[in-house]
T-cell receptor, first 120, second 112 residues
Framework: GAVVSQHPSWVICKSGTSVKIECRSLDFQATTMFWYRQFPKQSLMLMATSNEGSKATYEQGVEKDKFLINHASLTLSTLTVTSAHPEDSSFYIC????????????????FGEGSWLTVV | GQNIDQPTEMTATEGAIVQINCTYQTSGFNGLFWYQQHAGEAPTFLSY????GLEEKGRFSSFLSRSKGYSYLLLKELQMKDSASYLCAVSYDSGGSYIPTFGRGTSLIVHP
């Protein structure tokens, strides 16, 4: 089945530094990718929709200058957390839409493995 | 806006059947996803319903009624490994982009 790879799985960084998380669709082209954030025992909170070749669409309340998203190719989107602070510590998950068929018959969204970010 | 409601927690016995309900209110409805998520892991795809009716896939089945804004996930022959959070997500049309919005998830506990 379709695979989405997310890297790194775990990252610890110092407060004030920036961290980049990569999301790759390995066997399909993803014109649209999504970035979510999840706190323990909470649901997935959509941060932004990443469209290949154009600017990301951010959800209300998400700082676009703090969470930089780049979708430069059909298989790669990156999320950069700039000037990270302890309150940014969270589980970040990307997903990619497969329009070509997949198990969902034309519209399936596959998730990466997730990235645990700890800012100290 | 989008409003998705599902029970917070359910418990069931190994070998039994459990039904997890999801109700939603949304404009531009496109389809409904069900995902399974184990603690500390990313969600895995279970089903995607666009049309009304029941879709069966092994031990898991998913039902959708668009007119009622209602879906359920049916798990048969429960196994201990089915203990997880089950996320209902609604896909809606936002200016040509189909945005998936997740409910809070239902934590299913399967006991012997």
């Amino acid at each position: 089945g379709a695979v989405v790879s997310q890297h790194p799985s775990w990252v610890i960084c110092k407060s004030g530094t920036s961290v980049k998380i990569e999301c790759r669709s390995l066997d399909f082209q993803a014109t649209t990718m999504f970035w979510y954030r999840q706190f323990p025992k909470q649901s997935l909170m959509l941060m932004a929709t990443s469209n290949e070749g154009s600017k990301a669409t951010y959800e209300q309340g998400v700082e676009k200058d703090k969470f930089l998203i780049n979708h430069a190719s059909l298989t790669l989107s990156t999320l950069t957390v700039t000037s990270a602070h302890p309150e940014d510590s969270s589980f970040y998950i990307c997903s990619a839409r497969d329009w070509t068929g997949g198990a969902g018959g034309g519209n399936t969204i596959y998730f990466g493995e997730g990235s645990w970010l700890t800012v100290v | 806006g989008q409003n998705i409601d599902q029970p917070t927690e359910m418990t069931a016995t190994e070998g039994a059947i459990v039904q997890i309900n999801c109700t939603y209110q949304t404009s531009g409805f496109n389809g409904l996803f069900w995902y399974q998520q184990h603690a500390g892991e990313a969600p895995t795809f279970l089903s995607y319903n666009v049309l009304d009716g029941l879709e069966e896939k092994g031990r898991f089945s998913s039902f959708l009624s668009r007119s009622k804004g209602y879906s359920y996930l049916l798990l048969k022959e429960l196994q201990m490994k089915d203990s997880a959070s089950y996320l209902c997500a609604v896909s809606y049309d936002s200016g040509g982009s189909y945005i998936p919005t997740f409910g809070r998830g239902t934590s299913l506990i399967v006991h012997p």
